[in-house]
Nanobody, 122 residues
Framework: QVQLVESGGGLVQAGGSLRLSCATS????????MGWFRQAPGKERDFVSA???????YYADSVKGRFTISRDKVKSTVSLQMNSLKPEDTAVYYC????????????????WGQGTQVTVSS
């Protein structure tokens, strides 16, 4: 049974930082490109970042220069370091494993975590 479990969300003031982590189990971690998405209330689930098997990094324009994705092959985890947070970063953040399609589309990810809330106050 595949499980992705996010942690590290919380409430932070604008300009602050948070580090999200996603622990995976039940899948061969080294076989999957991993991604982060976020969903604000009443909005679609949007791509944030991804890291492929060779370590190539992908970011949404809105987070470039502020967020950094990384993966730990030993621990089978993927992390998202978020700096210089803004109120518009407020959302539920989801970790996901890519299973095919467009890297930037939520439909391309077949395994999802339950999400972790990030709230940035102004």
């Amino acid at each position: 049974q595949v499980q992705l479990v996010e942690s590290g969300g919380g409430l932070v003031q604008a300009g602050g930082s948070l580090r999200l982590s996603c622990a995976t189990s039940g899948l061969t971690f080294s076989d999957y490109t991993m991604g982060w998405f976020r969903q604000a209330p009443g909005k679609e689930r949007d791509f944030v970042s991804a890291i492929n098997l060779s370590g190539r990094l992908y970011y949404a324009d809105s987070v470039k220069g502020r967020f950094t994705i990384s993966r730990d092959k030993v621990k089978s985890t993927v992390s998202l370091q978020m700096n210089s947070l803004k109120p518009e970063d407020t959302a539920v953040y989801y970790c996901a494993a890519f299973t095919g399609g467009s890297l930037y589309s939520a439909n391309a990810y077949g395994y999802w975590g339950q999400g972790t809330q990030v709230t940035v106050s102004s």
